[in-house]
Protein backbone atom coordinates (compact mmCIF):
# COMPACT_ATOMS: atom_id res chain seq x y z
CA UNK A 1 0.00 0.00 0.00
CA UNK A 2 2.82 2.51 0.58
CA UNK A 3 3.84 2.53 -3.37
CA UNK A 4 0.64 3.16 -4.03
CA UNK A 5 -0.13 5.81 -1.72
CA UNK A 6 3.38 7.68 -2.41
CA UNK A 7 2.69 7.11 -6.10
CA UNK A 8 -0.84 9.20 -5.52
CA UNK A 9 0.95 11.87 -3.44
CA UNK A 10 4.14 12.12 -5.79
CA UNK A 11 1.42 12.38 -8.69
CA UNK A 12 -0.41 15.41 -6.42
CA UNK A 13 2.17 17.27 -5.35
CA UNK A 14 3.61 17.64 -8.48
CA UNK A 15 0.33 18.66 -10.00
CA UNK A 16 -0.61 20.81 -7.76
CA UNK A 17 3.28 23.16 -8.11
CA UNK A 18 1.88 24.75 -10.84
CA UNK A 19 -1.36 25.40 -9.50
CA UNK A 20 -0.26 26.85 -6.01
CA UNK A 21 2.73 28.18 -6.64
CA UNK A 22 3.25 29.33 -10.34
CA UNK A 23 5.90 31.88 -9.17
CA UNK A 24 8.23 29.20 -7.83
CA UNK A 25 7.21 27.10 -11.56
CA UNK A 26 8.30 30.46 -13.63
CA UNK A 27 11.75 30.12 -11.54
CA UNK A 28 12.47 27.09 -12.22
CA UNK A 29 12.10 27.49 -15.60
CA UNK A 30 13.82 30.52 -15.95
CA UNK A 31 17.12 28.65 -14.10
CA UNK A 32 17.14 25.32 -16.42
CA UNK A 33 14.87 26.34 -19.47
CA UNK A 34 11.20 25.18 -20.46
CA UNK A 35 12.58 22.18 -22.40
CA UNK A 36 14.19 20.81 -19.39
CA UNK A 37 11.28 21.66 -17.12
CA UNK A 38 8.77 19.75 -18.96
CA UNK A 39 10.80 17.10 -18.77
CA UNK A 40 11.77 16.68 -15.65
CA UNK A 41 7.92 16.99 -14.87
CA UNK A 42 7.19 14.11 -17.25
CA UNK A 43 9.65 12.12 -15.52
CA UNK A 44 8.08 12.72 -11.97
CA UNK A 45 4.56 12.22 -13.39
CA UNK A 46 5.78 8.91 -14.91
CA UNK A 47 7.32 7.75 -11.93
CA UNK A 48 4.00 8.60 -10.20
CA UNK A 49 2.27 6.25 -12.57
CA UNK A 50 5.06 3.31 -11.95
CA UNK A 51 4.41 3.54 -8.33
CA UNK A 52 0.66 4.13 -8.81
CA UNK A 53 0.37 0.43 -10.78
CA UNK A 54 2.84 -1.39 -9.12
CA UNK A 55 1.47 -0.19 -6.09
CA UNK A 56 -2.16 -1.32 -7.04
CA UNK A 57 -0.96 -4.72 -8.30
CA UNK A 58 0.94 -5.35 -5.16
CA UNK A 59 -2.00 -4.99 -2.59
CA UNK A 60 -4.39 -7.12 -2.33
CA UNK A 61 -7.96 -6.23 -2.84
CA UNK A 62 -9.00 -6.59 0.93
CA UNK A 63 -12.06 -6.42 2.76
CA UNK A 64 -15.28 -4.67 1.53
CA UNK A 65 -15.56 -1.06 3.64
CA UNK A 66 -19.54 -0.77 2.31
CA UNK A 67 -21.91 -2.21 -0.18
CA UNK A 68 -23.95 -0.79 -2.69
CA UNK A 69 -24.98 -3.59 -5.51
CA UNK A 70 -26.91 -0.74 -7.43
CA UNK A 71 -23.87 1.49 -8.53
CA UNK A 72 -23.07 -1.22 -11.56
CA UNK A 73 -25.08 1.12 -14.09
CA UNK A 74 -23.93 4.18 -12.66
CA UNK A 75 -20.35 3.70 -13.00
CA UNK A 76 -21.18 2.76 -16.55
CA UNK A 77 -22.94 5.80 -17.38
CA UNK A 78 -20.40 7.73 -15.50
CA UNK A 79 -17.16 6.25 -16.67
CA UNK A 80 -18.97 7.41 -20.10
CA UNK A 81 -19.16 10.82 -18.87
CA UNK A 82 -16.27 11.20 -17.98
CA UNK A 83 -14.67 10.11 -21.21
CA UNK A 84 -16.60 12.14 -23.11
CA UNK A 85 -15.38 15.10 -20.68
CA UNK A 86 -11.84 13.94 -21.10
CA UNK A 87 -11.95 14.51 -24.93
CA UNK A 88 -13.79 17.48 -24.33
CA UNK A 89 -10.73 18.72 -23.30
CA UNK A 90 -8.30 18.54 -26.26
CA UNK A 91 -11.12 19.68 -28.70
CA UNK A 92 -13.52 21.81 -29.69
CA UNK A 93 -16.95 21.30 -28.58
CA UNK A 94 -19.94 22.89 -26.78
CA UNK A 95 -18.95 21.27 -23.53
CA UNK A 96 -15.98 23.77 -22.87
CA UNK A 97 -18.80 26.23 -22.89
CA UNK A 98 -20.51 24.39 -19.88
CA UNK A 99 -17.41 23.18 -18.03
CA UNK A 100 -14.06 25.32 -17.07
CA UNK A 101 -12.36 22.15 -16.33
CA UNK A 102 -13.33 19.44 -18.72
CA UNK A 103 -10.53 17.27 -18.03
CA UNK A 104 -10.11 17.66 -14.06
CA UNK A 105 -13.95 17.61 -14.44
CA UNK A 106 -13.65 13.95 -16.11
CA UNK A 107 -11.16 12.62 -13.70
CA UNK A 108 -14.08 13.20 -10.74
CA UNK A 109 -16.50 11.56 -12.68
CA UNK A 110 -14.40 8.73 -13.01
CA UNK A 111 -13.77 8.58 -9.51
CA UNK A 112 -16.63 8.81 -8.40
CA UNK A 113 -17.87 6.19 -10.75
CA UNK A 114 -15.13 3.97 -9.82
CA UNK A 115 -15.94 4.57 -5.94
CA UNK A 116 -19.39 3.05 -6.37
CA UNK A 117 -18.20 0.35 -7.16
CA UNK A 118 -14.71 -0.18 -6.14
CA UNK A 119 -14.92 -0.63 -2.23
CA UNK A 120 -11.64 -1.74 -0.96
CA UNK A 121 -8.79 0.31 0.63
CA UNK A 122 -6.59 0.28 -2.40
CA UNK A 123 -9.57 1.72 -4.61
CA UNK A 124 -10.18 4.40 -1.70
CA UNK A 125 -6.40 5.41 -2.01
CA UNK A 126 -6.20 5.81 -5.78
CA UNK A 127 -9.75 6.93 -6.96
CA UNK A 128 -10.49 9.05 -3.65
CA UNK A 129 -6.96 10.56 -4.09
CA UNK A 130 -7.63 11.29 -7.53
CA UNK A 131 -11.09 12.68 -6.79
CA UNK A 132 -9.37 14.96 -4.24
CA UNK A 133 -6.41 15.90 -6.47
CA UNK A 134 -9.21 17.06 -9.18
CA UNK A 135 -11.41 18.95 -7.38
CA UNK A 136 -8.51 20.58 -5.39
CA UNK A 137 -7.08 21.64 -8.29
CA UNK A 138 -10.32 22.80 -9.86
CA UNK A 139 -10.70 25.09 -7.14
CA UNK A 140 -6.98 26.29 -7.20
CA UNK A 141 -6.70 27.01 -10.83
CA UNK A 142 -9.55 28.80 -10.51
CA UNK A 143 -8.98 31.26 -7.75
CA UNK A 144 -5.43 31.46 -10.08
CA UNK A 145 -7.06 32.53 -12.93
CA UNK A 146 -9.84 33.98 -12.26
CA UNK A 147 -13.16 34.77 -13.87
CA UNK A 148 -13.84 32.02 -16.85
CA UNK A 149 -14.32 33.29 -20.17
CA UNK A 150 -16.20 30.36 -22.14
CA UNK A 151 -15.30 29.88 -25.77
CA UNK A 152 -17.23 30.53 -28.77
CA UNK A 153 -19.63 27.09 -28.98
CA UNK A 154 -18.52 24.98 -31.66
CA UNK A 155 -21.01 23.50 -34.48
CA UNK A 156 -23.32 20.43 -33.00
CA UNK A 157 -21.45 18.40 -35.49
CA UNK A 158 -18.22 18.86 -33.60
CA UNK A 159 -20.38 17.23 -30.32
CA UNK A 160 -21.65 14.50 -32.12
CA UNK A 161 -18.29 13.31 -33.33
CA UNK A 162 -17.14 13.69 -29.74
CA UNK A 163 -19.50 11.42 -28.35
CA UNK A 164 -19.31 9.01 -31.25
CA UNK A 165 -15.51 8.70 -30.44
CA UNK A 166 -15.99 8.70 -27.03
CA UNK A 167 -18.68 5.47 -27.21
CA UNK A 168 -16.34 3.51 -29.34
CA UNK A 169 -13.07 3.98 -27.21
CA UNK A 170 -15.41 3.31 -23.94
CA UNK A 171 -16.84 0.11 -25.55
CA UNK A 172 -12.68 -0.89 -26.09
CA UNK A 173 -12.48 0.21 -22.52
CA UNK A 174 -14.95 -1.87 -21.10
CA UNK A 175 -13.75 -4.82 -23.21
CA UNK A 176 -9.77 -4.28 -22.82
CA UNK A 177 -10.19 -3.46 -18.69
CA UNK A 178 -9.39 -7.44 -17.78
CA UNK A 179 -6.38 -6.89 -19.65
CA UNK A 180 -4.86 -3.74 -18.72
CA UNK A 181 -6.47 -3.76 -14.57
CA UNK A 182 -6.62 -7.36 -14.44
CA UNK A 183 -10.94 -6.91 -13.11
CA UNK A 184 -13.29 -8.33 -15.35
CA UNK A 185 -16.13 -6.45 -15.92
CA UNK A 186 -18.55 -8.83 -16.90
Do not use: C
Not at 41 to 62: C, D, E, K, P
Not at 82 to 110: C, D, E, N, Y
Not at 156 to 181: C, E, K, N, Q
Amino acid sequence: MTMLILGVLLWTVAHFFPVFMPNLRAGAISKVGEGPYKGLFTLVIVGALILIVFGWRSVGVGADLYSAPWTRHATYALVLASIILFGAAKGQSRIRKLVRHPMLTGVAVWAIGHLLVNNDPRSMVLFGGMLLWAVVSIFGINRRDGAYTAPEAWSWARDIRLVMISTVLYVALVFGHPYFTGIPLF
